[in-house]
């Protein structure tokens, strides 16, 4: 049998200062005073006599009524991908927290934490068993802590408590959401004789490349007979219709997961979390990633995942609606794992694909990496994800030390320039920047149609 629960402070002090003035005004024959102190001491009695005895249990289960985590990732919208995204606007995650006591207990002392930090605390009446539905929103992607719960049973009158639980938890994983984008880059090269877009290769399906006097093996379908007319009236000679052949772009996306940092610098060590609706850095490059598969997708080519921070096999280029959803899956289980290992040499991609670096750049690895894919003629797409930062509140000596730290960063990000890597801000309008360079890349000569 459970031990029966401890009595309070406040019950104590009430039944002795109940007692002394019942005692009180025996003595002295005053009715009033000893009916003061008789008040709180029948009071006192009657809750100490219904005294609970039991555990209090609690648990946290999905809601599968509400939107719940799978439901609420589409509901970031477009603000998540730029990392300008409010409280508003965050995904809301939702739990059912189910608090039950034993028969006397009328009420329990139930306290929420979320990422490690204290919530609040909430006082319920329960009489039994009550469920009640938590909701939370975050900007943050990947797995994580929906929300951390105990409870502490209170008795009749808040005479007695009970132990306090153990902290239950309820996690899921929050796929980040893929925002539309106008125009993506290209690859110097495209690959195959089928695609969405046109190559500088003699085939099918493409604009037209030139009229050329009929060969065998052309088809008679392609006869241009308006051309042949005008440049052979008699028909001694045919001539045809001749056109560029279509081909698809790959692009890599290679994603950096060995930093996860904050927009606070004092949250870049190992004692102090990001806080819930703060995206770091690792939220960006998720969001990020996911925003320029859709697009690549949409457009018919064909997308892969690399990470930089673990030795894995990489996701292989694919194209569809399903190549999007193991994307956006295999993003939000990226995450920083263990010490960092320096790579020995760059992982291997697909001969002319478009190479898409999402990184903060703040060491040399990634960077490296990206300067050796564009030294083997790769065209290399370097986003930078870090957060903007909040520096305000640092100690002089730490502002320093971060202001150095960005300093190195530029110097990284312009080595990147000086060897034809192009640099896309995400927290500054994106969209604009990869149209930008899209309709760039068709002004360029040779570079209007791909190989």
């Not at 009524?65 to 809301?92: C, E, F, L, V």
């Not at 049973?153 to 132990?163: I, M, N, R, S, Y």
């Amino acid at each position: 049998m459970s031990a029966p629960w401890d009595v309070t402070r406040a019950a104590v002090v009430g039944v002795l200062a109940g007692g002394a003035l019942l005692l009180v005004g025996a003595l002295v024959g005053r009715v009033d005073v000893a009916l003061v102190g008789a008040v709180p001491l029948l009071v006192a009695v009657r809750d100490l006599t219904r005294r609970p005895s039991g555990r209090v249990v609690v648990q946290l289960d999905r809601d599968e009524a509400g939107t719940g985590a799978a439901g609420a990732q589409s509901a970031a919208g477009s603000r998540s991908a730029t990392g300008s995204q409010g409280a508003a606007d965050a995904p809301a995650l939702r739990a059912i927290l189910q608090v039950s006591v034993p028969g006397a207990a009328p009420a329990a002392l139930v306290g929420l934490h979320r990422g490690g930090r204290p919530a609040g605390s909430v006082l319920l009446a329960v009489h039994g068993l009550r469920e009640v539905h938590v909701v939370v929103r975050t900007a943050r992607t990947g797995p994580q802590e929906v929300v951390s719960a105990d409870a502490q049973g209170v008795g009749p009158g808040a005479a007695t408590l009970g132990d306090v639980t153990g902290r239950v938890t309820h996690s899921t994983l929050v796929l980040p959401a893929a925002a539309p984008l106008r125009e993506v880059p290209l690859p110097t090269r495209l690959r195959g004789l089928t695609g969405p877009h046109p190559s500088r290769r003699p085939g099918e399906g493409g604009d037209l490349r030139d009229v050329h006097p009929f060969t065998p093996g052309d088809r008679l379908r392609r006869i241009d007979w308006r051309a042949t007319a005008k440049r052979s009236p008699d028909l001694r000679e045919l001539y045809v219709r001749r056109e560029h052949a279509l081909g698809e772009a790959a692009v890599v996306l290679v994603v950096d997961s060995r930093d996860d940092l904050g927009p606070d610098p004092r949250t870049w060590g190992l004692t102090v979390a990001p806080r819930p609706d703060d995206a770091t850095s690792l939220d960006l490059a998720r969001a990020a990633a996911a925003s320029l598969a859709r697009a690549v997708l949409a457009a018919g080519d064909r997308v892969g995942l690399d990470d930089l921070g673990v030795l894995r096999r990489p996701l292989p280029p694919g194209g569809g609606r399903q190549q999007l959803d193991r994307v956006r899956h295999a993003l939000a289980l990226t995450h920083p794992e263990g010490a960092v290992r320096a790579r020995l040499r760059s992982p291997r991609l697909p001969s002319g694909a478009l190479v898409v670096v999402f990184s903060t750049f703040l060491d040399d690895e990634a960077a490296r990496a990206a300067a050796a894919w564009r030294r083997a003629g790769h065209r290399v797409l370097a986003v930078d994800v870090l957060p903007t930062l909040r520096t305000r509140h640092l100690a002089e000596r730490d502002a320093v030390a971060v202001r150095l730290v960005l300093l190195e960063r530029e110097d990284r990000l312009a080595d990147l320039r000086d060897v034809d890597v192009d640099v896309v801000d995400w927290r500054s309008e994106p969209a604009v920047a990869l149209a930008t360079l899209a309709r760039r890349d068709r002004r360029r000569i040779g570079r209007a149609a791909p190989r």
